[in-house]
């Protein structure tokens, strides 16, 4: 599932680094939560909490439904 998600993420990515910031995997736990940290710009974000839920996270589990949600670690 791992390789699934990078692969997931890095659609994502260019919409983030157009903003300054980033999307990095962490790990994917065996229960199906994906642990990601927000780098650049993403990191300090008051929206963090917004663009984890609507779009990193939104993304995520239409893609892949075996996720059962995603959080931001630091």
Same mark, same amino acid.
């Given at each position: 599932?791992?390789? #699934? $998600?990078?692969? $997931?993420?890095?659609?994502? #990515?260019?919409?983030?680094?157009?903003? !300054?910031?980033?999307?990095?995997?962490?790990?994917?736990?065996?229960? !199906?939560? $994906?642990?990601? /940290?927000?780098? !650049?710009?993403?990191?300090g974000c008051?929206?963090?909490?917004?663009?984890?839920?609507?779009? $990193?996270? /939104?993304?995520? /589990? #239409?893609?892949?439904?075996?996720?059962? !949600?995603?959080?931001?670690?630091?």
């Amino acid at each position: 599932m791992k390789k #699934r $998600v990078e692969e $997931v993420l890095k659609t994502l #990515r260019p919409e983030l680094q157009a903003h !300054g910031g980033d999307v990095e995997l962490v790990e994917v736990t065996e229960d !199906g939560v $994906v642990k990601v /940290r927000l780098t !650049g710009a993403c990191a300090g974000c008051p929206m963090s909490s917004l663009t984890l839920a609507l779009g $990193v996270e /939104r993304v995520l /589990r #239409r893609e892949i439904p075996e996720i059962k !949600g995603v959080v931001a670690v630091p």
